[in-house]
């Protein structure tokens, strides 16, 4: 069984469309993340989902907005697909907000166009 | 400003050898650091997890040190095996914040 899956594994698109990711995780675990890796390879923090509740928004675009259904689902909707957006978006879990190790899904490449 | 650094050339060594990777920060007062392994196309997996209380950690054939005075965690591979070949990261607890910040990677390529 997958930990943490995501979907899709590949995003292509146009500048300008709005697209969204999903995330699940089946670890039981309270606390969600969205994550970027850039061309780089540097992976940086977006957000940071508490039990379903925004705890940590690390200054991203009013364009990316995250949803939390419910505690084992983050998904994250972008709009206005800008080419700077094009990148490996991987979400993440842990067991809570104080525990350190997390549980990381495969990714999804996006690339805008 | 708070700066991870990491290698950022690949270091090559021979299967059987002991790599060591190291991971240097400033300005920050992590109550923990970790390592994670990424391979290409994959997410990260996490490896270990050291306290700043403590200054050693081992798992099977990894060993992770950490000196909060000299700022600075040291990650070994004992007996390295072409498998290990990866991207090694390391990341830091932000104190009050419940987020890590990741160092860009190092990546390690053993050779048979």
């Known amino acids: 069984d997958t930990a943490v899956s995501q979907t899709p594994k590949y995003l292509v698109t146009q500048m300008g469309n709005d697209k969204s990711i999903k995330c699940e995780q089946n670890?039981?675990?309270?606390?969600m993340y969205w994550y970027k890796q850039d061309s780089k390879k540097f992976l940086k923090i977006m957000f940071s989902y508490n039990n379903k509740e925004l705890i940590i928004n690390e200054t991203v675009p009013n364009r990316f907005s995250p949803k939390s259904p419910d505690k084992a689902h983050l998904n994250l909707h972008i709009n206005s697909l800008e080419l700077g957006d094009s990148a490996v978006y991987f979400c993440a879990s842990s067991f809570s907000q104080s525990t350190g190790e997390q549980y990381f899904g495969p990714g999804t490449r996006l690339t805008v166009t | 400003s708070q700066k991870i650094e990491q290698n950022s050339e690949a270091l090559n060594i021979q299967e059987g050898k002991t790599a060591t990777l190291t991971c240097n920060y400033t300005n920050y007062s992590p109550a923990y650091l970790q390592w994670y392994r990424q391979d290409p196309g994959r997410g990260p997996v996490f490896l270990l997890l050291i306290r700043e209380n403590e200054k050693e950690k081992r798992k099977e054939r990894l060993k992770v040190t950490f000196d909060t005075t000299l700022k600075q965690s040291l990650f070994h591979i004992t007996a390295s095996q072409p498998a290990d070949s990866a991207t090694y990261l390391c990341?830091?607890?932000?104190?009050?914040?419940?987020?890590?910040?990741f160092g860009k990677g190092t990546m390690l390529l053993v050779s048979p």
């Open positions: 670890l039981g675990h309270d606390t």
């Open positions: 990341a830091l607890e932000n104190s009050g914040y419940s987020t890590l910040t």
